[in-house]
């Protein structure tokens, strides 16, 4: 579904992305883990084309959009959660929905799954978004990714600074999403039994590349809570 092959990312001088390639799948969740500063959010950023790449090539469905925009990228079916869930804290939570169907037609309705998946959104229409909890504000902005239907969902980190309630609410949701089969999701977590309960696939990346890749179920084996533990 959405693939990356040997991006390459520098800040000044700095080699952030090496050599780094991956794929997603329908149906299933890849999880991205690392610790701090290892370039996870960079390829994020990246792959949605917030920053360009110095080498290397992003195909979605097989069609290259390494120079496509960011709007493009978002209008060919990829949704992005971003670190920090950066809501419109100013517009209601309705108004933030329909952000997310900018690029629709005018008129085009608020799917009603997302109240579904998230009902505590369909009771705060009205209300502004600063005025949310942060596990509401995070459900909103996996909810206002979801508005358009993408074919990808990448979230970054969405269970920092949440309840434990709610990160049972969003894994849910997340697992829901890939077994229905016509969406890939790949998730950067730092929460390791997180990552591990929802990974179909694991990535780790030390200092810009991928040092070991796997099934989410030999996670465990593998050893992947040594390699992301602080």
Do not use: C, W
Request: proline share 4%; glycine share 12%; charged share 25%.
């Amino acid at each position: 579904m959405l693939s990356a092959k040997n991006i390459n990312q520098y800040y000044g001088g700095s080699h952030i992305l090496r050599d780094v390639s991956l794929d997603t799948h329908l149906g299933k969740v890849t999880v991205l883990l690392g610790r701090n500063g290892v370039g996870k959010t960079t390829l994020l950023k990246s792959l949605m084309g917030l920053v360009p790449v110095k080498t290397g090539t992003i195909a979605l469905s097989g069609q290259d959009i390494t120079h496509a925009t960011p709007y493009q990228r978002a209008r060919a079916g990829i949704g992005f959660v971003p670190q920090g869930r950066e809501i419109f804290l100013r517009l209601t939570v309705e108004e933030n929905l329909r952000m997310g169907l900018a690029y629709k037609p005018a008129g085009t309705a608020i799917p009603a799954e997302l109240y579904e998946l998230f009902p505590v959104l369909k009771q705060m229409l009205g209300r502004r978004g600063g005025d949310l909890s942060g596990g509401q504000q995070q459900q909103l902005a996996i909810a206002r990714a979801l508005a358009a239907k993408p074919k990808v969902l990448i979230l970054d980190e969405p269970t920092e600074g949440i309840q434990p309630s709610i990160i049972k609410d969003i894994g849910r949701v997340i697992r829901m999403l890939a077994d229905r089969g016509d969406m890939a999701i790949l998730l950067v977590e730092q929460y390791y039994d997180f990552a591990k309960e929802l990974a179909d696939d694991y990535l780790v990346m030390e200092r810009g590349e991928f040092i070991a890749r796997g099934q989410g179920k030999n996670m465990e084996a593998d050893g992947v809570r040594q390699l992301v533990a602080i």
